[in-house]
């Protein structure tokens, strides 16, 4: 039997800058703080979207069943190898303002050992990997290294040192890493001093409890260096900047911050259980990894670098510990098929450079290697089982890559791509290749994009309609709504959902008070949901059902703001998000310069408006500007994190500005301020 199909498949301001604080998600710190949002109790519902898994769903799940081999426990000793000790279950971690940071006891219903004893409504091999996420605790994996896995989405790892530990890659947030420190690694390995931080990459959850472990008093010191790959600084706080709202919005809908933990709701994130919630930080590295093979000593630890930018980070590295015959292999190989393209939004990723990279890991250090860990999952023990493993998910990403191009270049579209695309069973019977995070369909579809873009070739597809007019003559055509809803609710029963998805999505598209059409898209969402193996795609199918059948809820959501982001933020980058809200029909033929004066980093910039877009120069100032702003980068800072605004600033003596201050007001008032709750399954 070949590999069972993905679900999908079958079946006017007054001041200058006041309105900055609303870079908020624009801070979007590549991806992971707007995974946090919305995370609090009020606003997670009680109760799940409750229908049952239909007889199609049913033998969907069964197909997957049936081609896996759930006999094999490998993952499940693994993943319990060398527990050292836990937090009190059900491993409760407090947050800031009274909500838990980590709670896993709403999870508690993910349960049982490497057999399949799935409910209906889950994918049997999404269920096994939501139960090997269960376990949480201290573990040990090899003399001189431990991880402490459970308590966020990623992993911390702990090294010994000469004089102390060298920390990598310290969770999500400061209340986990803190709390994880305090009361795991100090009672069990003891309180030694740390030496040094290690960031394998450029994603939040891998840098963004730094301040849980460290201070900035110790950074400053050299007591504790920061080590992270080249160009870490960039790729951290500005993947997200331009398009942070969307992303973080999507990302609310993939990680299904909304949905409740049950068995017709979330049940795994994927890659991990969830994401915890609290402060996300950062201190920036004071070294830097910068070439394959470069040599670093760590506190008496030599690592040997390798380099991975533009695989599943912007900025990556993996390394050697020849000393504990160890490889960290960052986010690069894990227990699942990864994103090449996520589903929040990010740019593609290449899975050429990918593979080639898990090659020259091979290549370097195979032969000697008896433990691999990562930044995700549990690790992999023995030098011929890491071989397989590192062979396999080379060949996993070069597969996709080579036969998604090699399928192109016959003339077939990135659709017609996704759907015939399959692993071959010798990699698709791994557990580690399966589709827990990225998808066989959804990585095609990018690599296709990666290398050739939106556009398939077809003429129809250059310029189509959008979905609001596209649905309307649908539904004209096929006789109207409800000659579509009969046909629809048909499909359904035959269990058709993804055809009816489609078919369906027009009819709410063309009128979204539709309450018959929006229910039936919302049952062929919850059925797709059931069937999925990623987590991400579950959780975006529920999440849709649930705001088709109940609205867009616009509850309070954790404040994405980061103050260590908005101070690493570069100038440039700031005024290209300006740029970004800066709408083109309130701006038309209004034209504005200014010069910006930032005393206390000695920066200067000309910056304007002209054909209703913003440009700006640095090192520059003119003569003929509207007004000239002089104040510091510090209170700009302020600024952009709401605690303070200009005409506060002026009066206090603190700000100056020159010239025509109004026309600072009216480039204030040119800038949309973004709605975070936008629609997503209704127009």
Not at 593 to 598: A, G, H, P, Y
Not at 649 to 671: C, E, P, T
Request: with cysteine; charged share 20%.
């Amino acid at each position: 039997m070949s590999d069972p199909k993905e679900p999908a498949y079958p079946g006017a301001r007054r001041t200058f800058l006041r309105s900055v604080a609303v870079v908020g998600a624009a801070t979007g710190l590549s991806g992971v703080v707007g995974e946090t949002l919305a995370q609090t109790a009020a606003a997670r519902p009680t109760s799940a979207s409750n229908k049952p898994a239909t007889p199609a769903t049913i033998d969907i799940n069964r197909q997957y069943a049936e081609f896996l081999s759930f006999a094999d426990a490998q993952d499940f000793e693994d993943a319990k190898r060398g527990l050292v000790a836990t937090l009190p279950d059900p491993g409760v971690i407090p947050g800031p303002g009274g909500v838990a940071a980590w709670d896993l006891q709403p999870f508690a219903f993910v349960n049982g050992g490497p057999e399949n004893n799935a409910p209906p409504t889950v994918n049997p091999s999404l269920w096994r990997n939501a139960k090997l996420n269960m376990n949480h605790g201290l573990f040990k994996v090899t003399d001189g290294i431990w991880q402490v896995r459970g308590y966020d989405l990623s992993v911390m790892s702990i090294i010994q040192g000469d004089n102390g530990w060298i920390v990598v890659d310290p969770l999500l947030t400061s209340a986990t890493s803190s709390y994880c420190w305090k009361n795991l690694v100090i009672p069990h390995l003891g309180d030694k001093p740390i030496t040094h931080i290690i960031h394998t990459h450029s994603h939040a959850d891998h840098y963004g409890g730094v301040r849980g472990v460290v201070s900035d008093e110790d950074v400053q010191s050299g007591k504790v260096k920061i080590l992270a790959p080249a160009g870490f600084t960039p790729a951290a706080v500005g993947e997200n900047v331009i398009a942070g709202n969307a992303m973080s919005r999507r990302a609310s809908y993939m990680y299904g911050a909304l949905l409740p933990r049950t068995a017709t709701g979330n049940v795994d994130a994927g890659l991990g259980k969830t994401l915890s919630f609290g402060n996300v930080t950062m201190i920036e590295p004071t070294m830097y990894a910068e070439k394959t093979g470069q040599k670093i000593t760590l506190d008496g630890v030599e690592l040997v670098v390798l380099m991975a930018p533009e695989s599943e980070a912007p900025a990556e590295f993996m390394f050697y510990l020849p000393k504990f015959k160890a490889f960290c292999a960052a986010e690069d190989a894990t227990h699942t098929l990864h994103n090449l393209y996520t589903l929040r939004g990010a740019k593609v990723r290449d899975a050429l450079l990918w593979s080639k990279y898990l090659q020259t890991a091979i290549d370097m250090f195979g032969a000697d290697m008896q433990v691999l860990f990562a930044s995700h999952y549990w690790p992999t023990w023995g030098n011929e089982r890491i071989n397989s493993f590192l062979r396999s998910q080379r060949d996993m990403y070069r597969y996709l890559h080579d036969q998604v191009m090699r399928m192109a270049n016959s003339g077939m579209t990135p659709l017609e791509i996704g759907e015939a695309m399959r692993l071959p069973d010798s990699l698709a019977k791994h557990w580690y290749c399966r589709s827990y995070y990225g998808t066989v369909y959804h990585d095609s579809v990018a690599q296709y994009n990666l290398r050739l873009g939106f556009f398939d070739g077809v003429p129809a597809n250059l310029h189509r309609l959008p979905p609001t007019e596209n649905g309307k003559r649908y539904v004209e055509y096929m006789g109207g709504a409800p000659a579509v809803l009969k046909k629809a609710h048909a499909s359904y029963d035959k269990g058709d959902y993804r055809f009816v998805a489609e078919v369906v999505n027009h009819v709410v598209f063309a009128d979204p008070q539709n309450v018959a059409a929006k229910q039936l898209l919302a049952d062929a969402y919850e059925q797709l949901g059931y069937q999925a193996e990623s987590g991400p795609w579950r959780n975006f199918y529920l999440t849709g059902a649930m705001e088709l059948r109940d609205g867009v809820r616009k509850l309070p959501a954790a404040n994405t703001q980061s103050p260590d982001t908005i101070k690493a933020m570069p100038l440039d980058m700031f005024l290209d998000y300006l740029g970004v809200r800066l709408n083109g029909d309130r701006a038309a033929g209004k034209t504005v310069t200014f010069n910006l004066s930032l005393t206390d980093t000695n920066q200067k910039y000309v910056l304007g408006v002209e054909n209703s877009a913003l440009h700006y120069s640095p090192d520059k100032t003119t003569n003929n500007a509207d007004a000239t702003i002089t104040m510091t980068r510090a209170d700009l800072n302020n600024i952009m994190m709401g605690q303070t605004n200009m005409q506060k600033l002026v009066m206090a003596g603190n700000a100056r500005i020159d010239g025509d201050s109004q026309k600072l007001g009216d480039f204030v008032s040119w800038l949309d301020t973004f709605e975070f709750y936008f629609n997503i399954v209704t127009p």
